[in-house]
Structure formats: C-alpha cells, structure tokens
C-alpha cells in the first residue's frame, strides 16, 4: 500500500502478450534499432537536411529559452515547394500525390504531383486576385475535398498563414476562430456530402461571416452543385475565377519564408474555455511531421498509404498533407463515412487501390468491431503491411482485433501518442524495431525524451504512474497560443519548472514503455486509490460480448469517487441484471474488485466529440444527476437524452 499511494496513478491493468516485429519487416525497415543511439541534436540536424529543401540553409538546428523554442533558425524555405515543385522537378510528376474517393460511389478522381502544382498555382493566383498577399490569414471550411488540400498548399505557396475548420463545427466555432485569427478571407464549399445527404456549409459560413466582419473575401468551391446563398461583392465562385487564373507555375513563385514564419493555427477546444489557437511554424513542423511520417510508418515510394482522419483536425494536416507530400508518398484521401453505402466501404476502398499502410483511430476500430468482422471478409486486404492507430488510448482487445481482422494477424501495428500541440507522433513503436504489446504506445520517437513525474515532479520511473512530461524541445512543437502567452505559460509550463505538461496520465512499464491513461482529469479516486478510466475501459471491453465502455466517476459519501461505466454491448444487444454481475464480476477478475462499478449504464451510443473522444465530462454530469455542461461539441447531441433515461431507469448497486 505504502508505494502504491505515492504513486500519483496507481495501475492495475497486466497486458502480457508481446508482438516481436517479424525478420522479414525489420530488414526492409526505414528505421534500424541504432537510430535510438544518435544525439538528439545530430538526428535533428540530419533530418534538417536530408527531408527538406532549403532555399538558404539555417545556421543552428534549435534555440531553447523555456518555454519558447526556435527550430532550423536563420534557414529560408517554402512549405509548398516541398510538398509539390520540387518534386516534379526530380521527375516524380506523374506519381500520384492522391487518390480521392467521393462519397457518392463511382465519383473518383487522381491527383499527380504535376496536377497538383497546376491546381495549387491556379488557386494561388485565384487567392492573390481577392487579395491574399504573404502575412494575409485564411480561414477554410471545408470537408474532404481535393481543393481543401489545393487551398492549403496555395496559402503555403503565398506565405499566407492558415486555420483550417473541421467541417462539422458550429458557425458559433467558425465565427469565433475567424475572429481570433483576423482572418480576411475565407474558403469554403456550397455543401458537403455526409452518409448520403448534403451538409450547407456555405448556409452556415454565411452565418460565421455575420458575425465576423474583418471577413471581406470569401471563395466558395463547387461541390454538390445545389445553389448555395451568395452575397455580390464579398463572394465569388471559385471556379469563375480560377476560369481566367494561369496555372503556369512560373507565374506564382514559392514565397521563400522564415524558419519560424507561422504556417498555421490550430484551434483545440477545450471542455469549457475558449478555444486555444495553437501556433506551428514552418521549418521545425515539416521536418518534424515528414521525419517521423517516413521511420514510423515505414513509406516507400511505391506506398499507398491512407491515413482515414479528417484534414480538419491536426492528424490530417501533419499526417494527409504536410508529412505524406513533403516524402512525395501516394496517399488515398476518402471524402465520406465508413459506413457509406455500407459499412464495407473502408475496406472496398483499401482493396481497390492496394493500401499497404492505414492509419485510423480506436473508436472507428471500436465501430468497425461492433459491426463486425464479415464486413472486412468481403474484401481482399493483404495489400496491407502496416497499421497505425491515433487520438485515444487504444483498449487491448481493440488493438488485438485490428490486428487480427484488419492486419490479417501479421502486420505491426503502431500506437502513436501526441497532440495538436505537439505537431509530430512523439511517443510510438518503430515498426522493424519494437516489440509492441496492446495498449502501449511504446517508447519516445528518437530524439524526443519524455518522463512520467508525480506531484512533486520526481520521476516514478520503472513500474510507476503519474504525469506525461517532455524535457525536451522538439521541432514540431507548438510555438504558443496565439495571442496569449500568459495561457501558453499556466497551460503546459507551470505544473513543473521547464518541462512541457502534457496534461495525460501515463505509467511506465519495467521495459521502460509507456502506456497512456487518457487526459488527467480523467483519473478517478476509488477509496484513496487513483485509477485511470481507460484501464477500467479495456477490462469491460475485455468481456467478449462488450463493443464499447465509457467510464466516469460520481461522488460517493463512503469511497469519495464511485465508478460509473456505460456500455455498450455487441450486435446491439440489450442488458439484463445478470450481464451487469456478469460485467462487474469480469472487472474485478482483471483489475481487481476496488475498481468494480458501482453502476452500470447499457446504451446503443455513447456521446463523443466530433473528433471520435468519449465526453466523458458528460457522462459525470449524467451521473450526479447535475444539468449538463456545453453539448455543442458533441457529434450526436440526442444520444445524451437516451443515456439519462437509461440512467435513471437501470441504477443497481452493491
Ligand atoms: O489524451 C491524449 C490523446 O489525445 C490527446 C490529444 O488530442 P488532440 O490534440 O485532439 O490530437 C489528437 C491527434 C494527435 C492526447 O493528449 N491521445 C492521442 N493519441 C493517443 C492518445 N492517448 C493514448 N494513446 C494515443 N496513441
């Protein structure tokens, strides 16, 4: 007991299979087991070089005053020309940069690297004519159309910095980031197709520019062909304008920008401030996302690789765009939902082109588990040689299921842990190198030193629970909140002297890797014990018939916290008293009783956030019975009212 209650986190969860990467994947790797020996500094310097090409070189790899850092500083270079020109001028324009897929079946179109420059030129030149000029900040709301890419690759191309808004969100959302980056023009679409029905966007970005005025330029793509409102003088159709735009490139050079120029902001929400505009510039991002693209998910020029995130969220700018171009890699970018038409669509689409590597997150694994493995049958994956998963902790059973079901039981797969904040995966397997093991996303990428502190800031080493923190720069690292140093500060640097605070719980194993536990406020404390929800997660999810588990806590006047899990069941099967023993019983036999439930919740759904995270702070609010907190995230708001009922209708306890 004495140890345990130093710790900061207390684990329970043993995970004991262990997956070796085979002979065969660790010759071919891009990444041998001595990159781990090289100084942080040199490899930094080397990738420097060797990724990007620099119109001056820089003169020093990394300037550290905590908490600011500056990357590759005094080198010039042009994000666009390294993602596109350059690689038609090596002779690569005719390799695809991207295969897109419509939702709508049958509507397809490829992308080279030559199309590429002529449409980024194009709407470049389109953006100059409405006044876009170096310096000039765009806003674009989009959904996953080939000119969301084209248009950011054309504000690169003009130095003109960026914020890029997932297409699910509020004009509320819209509005609000618009006006916190000043934006003066903004790039939308008339519609975008989801799960077979149209979304308005340009209605809704009609709305955000009312009340956002400093908005005096807006372009509008044509995607559905419906008619979409438009008001004489401030919108335009884009393809009115790009009628008479060269797409020449030689009439739109690359703007030779700044190391440490901003490139883009992306806004994180958090559960109840502001949004925060988090800052990322040039130099140190490309390098950082095109490095650690190339060794962690192994690319070769013949790759095909399909990252199945949205460019609205920081996976799909560093991991679609920025780092897949900058390697010039042929990726797949899909437009619509999994389960469009049906729910075989993924996998028709990974047939079709030959996906060797898919990169994806654990609550579409979880959805795809809860439909079922024969959706995957269908379809001929053994192109595939190469899984990644992203955005959450990933249950064990999850993690076993892709690999089975998905990787045909022998791909690697690579758990990624980062942040918007911090650009680039930092904490992953090495596919040719590291034994992985479920729910771990293994050890920091080379170069990268990460530590889990307690409270006072010792590290727990070996065995132990606590804090994710890294002691070090990296170069994708964000380069603070946009306006807001005083929040920059409080927000990642204050818990510790000069060391980043990641805001996640995590606990490192005695092979020294890391296992996440999801976000701190998510720690519950059980009669003085602090358990993480996700260990408490992966037991119920353990359980053959459990698809889904969201855990939280409530007040308890005898253990202080209670446990409370809501779950959903497979093949949307209903509860019954004896499944709730039956559940209860299968957690105390994994973890151990202190973190049975007190309650549990059958549900068809669990309210998540249009990026695919469990609100957990939601479920708390049902639990205590309290009115609830801000829904406007949520992707499905009806499925909060469906879990009270539930809740109140189905309380058991010991
Ligand atoms: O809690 C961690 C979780 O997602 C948070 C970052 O979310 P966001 O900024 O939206 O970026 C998501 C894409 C990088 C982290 O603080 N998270 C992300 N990846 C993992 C993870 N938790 C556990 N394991 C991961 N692989």
Redo the contacts with the bound molecule.
Sequence with gaps: MATETQHAINTMLLEERRYPPSDDFARQANAKADIYDRDWQELWETEGRERVTWFEPFSTVCEWEPPYAKWYVGGKLNVCFNCVDRHVDAGLGDKVAYHWEGEPEGDRRDLTYADLQREVTRFANVLKEVGVRKGTPVAIYMGMVPELPIAMLACTRLGAPHTVIFGGFSADSLSGRMNDMECEVLITQDEAWRRGTTVALKRTADEAMDAAPGVKRCLVVRRTGNDAPMREGRDAWYHDLAANASDDPQTCPCEPMDAEDLLFLMY?SGTTAKPKGIVHTTAGYLVGTSSTHRYIFDIKPESIYWCAADIG???GHSYIVYGPLCNATTSVLYEGTPDFPDKDRWWSIIERYKVDILYTAPTAIRSHMKWGPEYAQKHDLSSLRLLG??????NPEAWIWYREHIGGDRTPIV????????GMIL?TPLPGVTTTKPGS?TKPFPGVLAAVYDEQGQDVGPGGGGYLVLKRPWPAMLRGIYKDDERYRSTYWSKYDDVYF???GARIDEDGDFW?L??VDDVMNVSGHRISTIEVESALVDHHDVAEAAVCSRKDATTGEAIVAYVTLKGGNEGSVEKLDELRNHVGKKIGPIAKPANIVFTPELPKTR?G?IMRRLLRDVAENRTLGDTTTLADPTVVDEIKERATSEKTED
């Design positions: 994180t969220w920081i996976t998963s992203v955005g959450e902790p990933i758990d990624t842990w980062w942040q918007t904040e911090t904490i996303a990641a805001g996640d996440l999801g976000r990026s995270k």
